[in-house]
């Protein structure tokens, strides 16, 4: 890679890492609100709810930002919102102000992802973008698999509240070196493209892009009147799967007679966690491998095949819990694999299938039907588990892979045509 090349992944692997170490860490200090507040599992249910909700809503206004202002100035707002907002969060002395501190870090977080993958596709060589991708993706589980533990840890020796200032410290400090950093956020777009398109390109980033619903509207049609369609479709079903088979399992998995909790020192176990992390773990092999396929492969066939296997493991995933611990272990961190591998691969895609100028607000779109839409996975899944069984939830699971796989069989025969 080139120094312009390395210097983007390093920015956006520090911060795609610490948007999911702060995602990641508000789940372990609910217990400790709970007692601090005297609050209602509901209560903060739907106010740490809120805070993920805008975390995929706000993809979208922050994919329109990007286009107009820079990807790099936004991942500078990014952590300095998301660092400003624990700290808030350390201080906060009453349950509302705790609302205003996530609902502040979800707006802040939601510009990470479009302004993040945008400076990928368009600031990294073509040949070196597959591993980058890869690359990001790994640094992303890694918040995910290590986030949570850190947190933990930290609650041992520390109150939550001096817990949530330390975390808000790398943010802080990660914006400072963002601001400092001096990239070519546009080295991978042809030259002649970004001669043409120079002076257009100028305007746009100081005007501020699209300055009205109409602008919106009129890039959107633009976008959705070609064969994103068929990506965001791919995408949007990638996040239901992903909500609603990550939501449940640690329960799930704590049911089976083979996970039961274990006493040590007086302190309970419980295995299930470790099998969870485990499987989020193994999730950054998958993410490397499937960043590794997009350099190889053609995309939208390789997307076809994982969707197909990941609707082929959940098919499999309850007989295989019903037939003892290695059968188990195999298929939950095939899923681990599959799951994040299918991340690097859509996002290639995503780019293949886009202009570069509306990059921003392509992302955009595709993390409000990761984290937006795909949220509602999390809905389906709780309602599927309380009036039918887990056996029905993995065909709903299966049946959402299906469709994508489909997706991306149909996208495959017209990669060849004009694409947007």
């Known amino acids: 890679m080139k120094r312009n090349d390395r210097t983007i992944l390093g920015l956006t692997m520090l911060a795609h890492a610490m948007v999911h170490t702060y995602e990641l860490s508000l789940p372990i200090l609910i217990p400790v609100w709970l007692v601090e507040f005297g609050a209602s599992k509901a209560t903060l249910g739907v106010v740490l709810s809120l805070g993920y909700a805008l975390f995929g809503i706000g993809a979208l206004p922050g994919g329109v930002l990007s286009d107009s202002y820079g990807s790099r100035r936004l991942i500078v707002v990014c952590l300095l919102g998301m660092g400003g907002s624990f700290l808030l969060l350390s201080f906060a002395p009453t349950l509302p102000v ?196 997009t350099d190889r492969v053609e995309n939208t066939a390789a997307i076809a095949v994982a969707f197909g296997t990941l609707a082929l493991i959940a098919l499999v995933f309850v007989p295989a819990a019903d037939a003892g611990l290695v059968p188990l272990l195999v298929v939950s961190f095939a899923l681990g694999f599959w799951l994040f591998a299918v991340q ?44 039918y069984s887990p056996t029905v939830l993995f065909l709903v699971l299966a049946g959402f892979a299906t469709v994508a796989s489909l997706l991306g069989v149909l996208l495959s025969l017209r990669a060849g045509s004009e694409l947007v």
């Open 98 to 293: 705790i609302a205003l501190a996530l609902l502040l870090w979800g707006t802040a977080a939601s510009v990470y992802h479009p302004s993040g993958l945008s400076l990928l596709s368009t600031g990294i060589e073509p040949d070196d973008q597959g591993s980058a991708f890869a690359y990001h993706g790994i640094a992303g589980n890694v918040g995910i698999a290590f986030g949570p533990l850190a947190t933990t840890l930290l609650l041992l020796a520390f109150g939550w509240r001096t817990v949530v200032a330390v975390l808000a410290v790398p943010a802080l400090v990660a914006a400072v070196v963002a601001f400092r950093t001096s990239i070519d956020e546009t080295a991978a777009v042809e030259t002649e493209t970004r001669a043409r398109d120079s002076s257009a390109e100028r305007t746009t980033r100081t005007d501020g892009g699209l300055t009205s619903i109409s602008d919106l509207l009129s890039a959107s049609r633009s976008l959705f009147s070609g064969w994103f369609v068929a990506v965001f479709g791919v995408v949007m079903l990638s996040g239901l799967y992903y909500r609603g088979v990550l939501t449940f399992l640690p329960d799930l998995l704590s049911g089976l007679s083979l996970f039961a909790p274990i006493d040590v020192a007086g302190k309970s176990l419980e295995p299930a966690r470790y099998l969870y992390a485990g499987l989020l773990t193994v999730g950054m092999v998958g993410q490397f491998a499937g960043g590794k396929l």
């Open 344 to 387: 690097p691969l859509y996002q290639a895609t995503v780019a293949e299938f886009t202009p570069p100028d509306a990059r921003g607000l392509s992302y955009g779109y595709t993390y409000l039907g990761v984290f937006g839409i795909g949220a509602l996975g999390a809905a389906v899944a709780g309602y599927v588990l309380q009036y």
